[in-house]
């Protein structure tokens, strides 16, 4: 069941597991808590790898009634966004810096049923949201290099998601910040502070939930335990 905490939402990468793994275990990280499932796409062009696939999301809707969000790390997101509605999305998120009509992009996210939101990279300046926020249910700050195999967490994302609330605060708007990339047991409860009281989505994978050094529900339970501490 999901964790219903009011600080923060844990939802899984799909990306930082083995496909039939993942598929295999789907059951049981929803009994440990699990909110909400977190899908890479990504084109090779707008970012350095390649992702998932409308299939394998068909796959997962097919066993499971999470939450589904479809990050889209790529260029020309707006011809997927039905596709991956279609199979089972309930929220979109594309990069703000792939669109060149945002305002387009939103209205076609939400005119197919789904929750919208945006995600930015970690140079990209927050003013860019101000004309957008209202619309928006989410907004993803990355705090990696989006696509980027490895990478460690960009410490200036704690300030950003501060400034990020109170850009939030300052516009009257509540849209769920979103921090993806590089979130582990060291960083995770900081991270949730950034948002000063909002409520504040991770996106875990390799760092805490797929932990080489665990099982699931080991490492489910030491994310939880670093959290309220």
């Known amino acids: 069941m999901p964790s219903n905490n009011s600080e923060y939402e844990l939802y899984v990468s799909v990306i930082s597991a083995n496909p039939r793994l993942f598929l295999d275990n789907l059951g ?30 068909k796959e997962i809707r097919s066993i499971s009634s999470l939450p589904i969000e479809v990050h889209m790390m790529m260029e020309n997101p707006e011809s997927f966004i039905e596709d991956f509605v279609e199979v089972g999305a309930t929220s979109i998120i594309p990069h703000v810096e792939s669109l060149t009509q945002v305002s387009r992009v939103i209205s076609k996210i939400k005119d197919s049923g789904a929750q919208a939101g945006v995600a930015l990279n970690p140079g990209t300046h927050l003013g860019l949201l101000e004309e957008i926020v209202s619309r928006l249910d989410t907004v993803v700050l990355m705090a990696i290099n989006p696509g980027i195999v490895g990478h ?23 849209p769920t910040i979103e921090i993806d990339g590089g979130v582990n047991f060291t960083n995770a409860k900081r991270i949730i502070a950034s948002g000063e009281g909002r409520r504040v989505r991770l996106v875990c994978g390799a760092g805490t939930i797929f932990h080489r050094d665990g099982s699931m529900k080991q490492n489910m339970t030491r994310l939880v335990e670093s959290l309220s501490d």
Do not use: C, Q
């Open 28 to 57: 049981h990280l929803e009994s440990l808590g699990i909110d909400g499932i977190h899908f890479d796409v990504m084109d090779g062009s707008f970012v350095p790898r390649l992702g998932l696939y409308p299939e394998f999301l």
């Open 152 to 174: 460690v967490f960009i410490d200036e994302t704690f300030n950003k998601a501060i400034r990020l609330s109170r850009l939030l605060t300052k516009l009257n708007e509540n």
